[in-house]
């Protein structure tokens, strides 16, 4: 089966950054693309940042646009997520999610994900 892991989570302080990386293991697999969630404590699980490897186009959600960059390497099925001016509402766990292939438009919508990480907790203090 298809394993996610996220790493690089942290305590920080606002204002400050951080770089999550998520990686594939176990069975290998084509994605189509992957991208960022996060959920913050009594809140639903929102789309933060998505990457579609054809055309190497790129997602953000408005609360983290400019301050936030997706990146990574189709053929390895990674995925980094860089942060910077961290800000206390972006505190959440963060899930790395991957798109298995086929083809989609709705990359803010998690349900167009097929395999999710365990999650990385980012706490930003003021």
């Known amino acids: 089966q298809v394993q996610l892991v996220e790493s690089g989570g942290g305590l920080v302080q606002a204002g400050g950054s951080l770089r999550l990386s998520c990686a594939a293991s176990?069975?290998?697999?084509?994605?189509?693309?992957m991208g960022w969630f996060r959920q913050a404590p009594g809140k639903e699980r929102e789309f933060a940042a998505a990457?579609?490897?054809?055309?190497?186009?790129?997602e953000y959600a408005e609360s983290v646009k400019e301050r936030f960059t997706i990146s990574g390497d189709s053929a390895k099925n990674t995925v980094d997520l860089q942060m910077n001016n961290l800000k206390p509402e972006d505190t959440a766990v963060y899930y790395c999610a991957a798109v298995k292939g086929g083809s989609s438009w709705f990359l803010r919508n998690k349900a167009e994900y097929d395999y999710w990480g365990q999650g990385t907790q980012v706490t930003v203090s003021s």
């Open positions: 176990g069975r290998t697999f084509s994605s189509y693309a």
């Open positions: 990457i579609r490897w054809r055309g190497w186009w790129t």
